[in-house]
């Protein structure tokens, strides 16, 4: 399920950022306390966002609240206040998330619960309270809570959608896109992706560009998708950079190709901390790419890459991957058999996909046969699955490690 929009994980992670209740009653109702007439759930409310709460991304728990702010949500809730209801809906659909491994606490009575959750959302979506659309949108989308049906959710994400929900006018985009409770229809979901990045949504910036680029539900027009991409590099970060990178590396989407323009970017992307950026540019600088070829650099970027972390433990072992290739053949690092192998072991104990290559490699060593690159490279089917959820802008990067 896509938990992005779901309130508390959003707001937990804005909270470990800003560290102040204002903006975070903002997201939650579009609107800020001055300007909300119910006061009550609105004091009740900041008191719990001030209180001790943690980001379940660090996997800590939410504990020590006055379990008497509860029972005053569910008093109002229960007496038709909206935004209380909607408040207890995200309750219990993030209670078992936050507690799972907290301990006891005071709310052992209000349990992870998707039904109740669903039933509290749709009283507030009823009173045009746009997250508990959204929310409700997301529980008939997954099956959660409700049965899962498509043409539910997306009637609840146009609701959402219609007041100005980024979220649910993304996820109605995607319906659209596949036709998923809607008739499939392209041009429709360019329309709801436009609308949430002309709110600054960068994703759907992306989508954007993207659609410009193709000419997939709209006229190709490089000049458009030049411009979106540019607008999603404002606040995409890494991400978006690194798709002005491939675009340059390419020539993509009226990007004129230039490797020198490709490394550039692929720089600034991984300086803001993107994996798969500093993989590439490790790679530009074993074969000379737009840079001057230099091999530590090449071991610098892969190493860097470590210490920023892989999104998924394939891109993990396939980053163990290639550092073990560096020692194996000596480039930009004292030549280490024994390293080499180090790393070939873990990779391979990940367990995840691109364990032929990796136990090839072990084999090499063990046997003393030496160990041929081009064997490999000739099964890029393999080396395709060993980063899985990656893709090199160009298969004949791995060209140097011959």
Sequence with gaps: MKRAALLFAAVAATISVMDAAAPIIQFAYGQTSAQRKDGVVDNLYSQFVKANMKDPVLGDPLINVDPQWVMQVRQEALAGNARAQDVMGNLHVHYGFFFSEGGKSAWDDLQHDSSRAAYWFRKAADQKIEDAQNQLGFLYYSGEGLSRNFAQAAYWFRKAADQGSV??????????????????????????FRSAAEQGSWPDQLKIASSYCNGDGVPQDFSKSAYWYWKASEKGGGVALTKIARNYYEGGCGFPKNYTQAANFYRKAADRGDYFASVVLGFLYGNGKGVARNYKQTAYWWNKAAKQGAPTRQNGAYRLFLLGLLYYKGLGVPQDSVKAEAYWEQSEKSGEAGVWVVKNCLNAIKSGSGFVVDNLLAHPDKLG?????????????????R
């Design 167 to 192: 979220d649910a006018q993304d996820q109605l985009g995607v319906m659209y896109y596949l036709g998923q409770g809607v008739p499939q229809d392209h041009a429709q979901a360019v329309h709801w």
């Design 385 to 401: 699955v060993l980063a899985l959820g990656y893709n090199l802008p160009d298969q004949s990067l791995y060209g140097f490690l």
